[in-house]
């Protein structure tokens, strides 16, 4: 049985020295220095922040810019050389924001006139943004005081109930409103069949 030399030995030594520490830079952010990628949302945090690609990375803190953050987002991550963690905000999706046309609660329906008119709708925009615009009616039918015309999923409302002018049949003005528990209704109405009255608006989502 030939027996390897000292030297060979210790050749062989410090390469797989070298490939362990390879390894250990390559795996350590004091190492290899910072860097940044795609990852997805799979917790919100109550404190605020999220954890990413099932929770292997936890307690990623938002910039102010990421707002309404959702599980499912695809954000943009990065970390620091001491190992913590950043995100930046969501990827918009190569389609774009999409519009969400909702169920209109009895008797209100998308405005059946002539024309080109806007049916109700809303969408959430990357920085958190949600807009709603669209022009219905009340059918013909009487409503008056405050009338509910659908409701907003979660990740969508605000923090608070918010209110915004509108106009309705005659340039009347009436009042817009968005309850935090996602409802969206007009309020102030006079008695009496609504033959079109605009929503208009957006505001910031809550964030959790």
Same mark, same amino acid.
């Given at each position: 049985?030939?027996?390897?030399?000292?030297?060979?030995?210790?050749?062989?030594? @410090?390469? @797989?020295?070298?490939?362990?520490?390879?390894?250990?830079?390559?795996? /350590?952010?004091?190492?290899?220095?910072? !860097?940044?990628?795609?990852? /997805?949302?799979?917790?919100?945090?109550?404190?605020?922040?999220?954890?990413?690609?099932?929770?292997?990375?936890?307690?990623?803190?938002?910039?102010?810019?990421?707002?309404?953050?959702?599980?499912? !987002? +695809?954000?943009?991550?990065?970390?620091?050389?001491?190992?913590?963690?950043?995100?930046?905000?969501?990827? /918009?999706?190569?389609?774009?924001?999409?519009?969400?046309?909702?169920?209109?609660?009895?008797?209100?329906?998308?405005?059946?006139?002539?024309?080109?008119?806007?049916?109700?709708r809303y969408k959430k925009l990357a920085d958190g943004m949600v807009v709603i615009e669209g022009l219905i009616a009340s059918n013909s039918v009487s409503v008056?005081?405050?009338?509910?015309?659908?409701?907003?999923?979660?990740?969508?409302?605000?923090?608070?109930?918010? +209110?915004?002018?509108?106009?309705?049949?005659?340039?009347?003005?009436?009042?817009?409103?968005? +309850?935090?528990?996602?409802?969206?209704?007009?309020?102030?109405?006079?008695?009496? @069949?609504?033959?079109?009255?605009?929503?208009?608006?957006?505001?910031l989502a809550a964030t959790t």
């Open positions: 049985m030939t027996s390897r030399s000292g030297q060979g030995v210790h050749r062989d030594l @410090a390469w @797989a020295m070298r490939q362990q520490a390879k390894r250990t830079g390559q795996s /350590t952010p004091s190492v290899r220095g910072s !860097d940044w990628r795609l990852a /997805t949302v799979s917790t919100v945090n109550s404190d605020g922040t999220v954890a990413a690609d099932s929770d292997t990375v936890p307690s990623i803190r938002r910039l102010a810019t990421y707002q309404a953050p959702a599980v499912g !987002d +695809v954000i943009v991550i990065s970390q620091s050389s001491t190992g913590n963690w950043v995100a930046h905000g969501r990827m /918009t999706a190569a389609t774009g924001d999409a519009w969400v046309s909702p169920s209109l609660t009895s008797p209100w329906i998308n405005y059946p006139g002539g024309g080109n008119y806007q049916p109700a008056s005081g405050v009338s509910n015309i659908f409701t907003l999923p979660a990740g969508y409302r605000p923090t608070a109930t918010l +209110v915004f002018p509108t106009i309705n049949t005659g340039n009347a003005l009436r009042q817009l409103e968005i +309850v935090e528990t996602g409802v969206v209704r007009f309020a102030a109405l006079p008695a009496g @069949a609504v033959g079109y009255i605009s929503i208009s608006c957006s505001f």
